[in-house]
């Protein structure tokens, strides 16, 4: 019954998603060795992370994209681009650049917080307000997607009517396996990281 669940369970989860939350971003394209070079877009058709001239004069200019942005050290993704294929609901947005955006894992903690402050309800960070938001990032809303008990009930990540967009070669990924590679990581990082942003003069800032 457990091997059901957890089938049925993937399912109804982006299939692209896995290889999205497990890329690299802002390194420079190896294909493309010139002047702003840095591979800031995913393309799901693909599963790659590409550059501004792989679109522009490659294959991917007719693909599914997402534009990515670094925001206190973390990769961002502009909301009104993800949630054409998945459920942002209940997931903080961020103002980066005079834009909205949500973080593919938990920004850095930054100072110690009041025991009744609205927190993510998987990493325990800062949220605005836990009566619209309940997840400070998508990697978390994943996590209690998989921890919860019925599929019928919150959180969703799959669109209603969406076809489950994919890479063109998927070799059928455990999306929850793949977060718990590197979920550690970020959970242990998170120390490290707030002494660097306080001490970082950032240019944008979270929702009032």
Known sequence: A???DQVNCER???????????KTFFDSCTVHEIRRNE?????INCNASVCQYCVTLGPHHKHKLLKIYRHVYKDVVPLDEIEEHLDCTAIQPYRCNRQLVI???????SGSKPDDEATCEICKRRLVDAT????CSISCKVEAYFRKQDDSTPPFLLLKNDEMDKPEDDP???LHR??????VNWLLDMDI???LVAAHNVKCGGLP
Not at 178 to 183: I, K
């Open 2 to 4: 457990d091997q059901v």
């Open 12 to 22: 109804q989860i982006p299939k692209w998603l896995d290889f999205f939350l497990q």
């Open 39 to 43: 591979k800031n877009k995913y393309c």
């Open 103 to 109: 973080a593919l894992t938990p920004l850095p903690h």
């Open 132 to 135: 619209v938001y309940s997840y």
């Open 172 to 174: 059928q990924p455990s």
């Open 178 to 183: 793949g977060l718990l590679n590197f979920g």
């Open 193 to 195: 990281q707030a002494s």
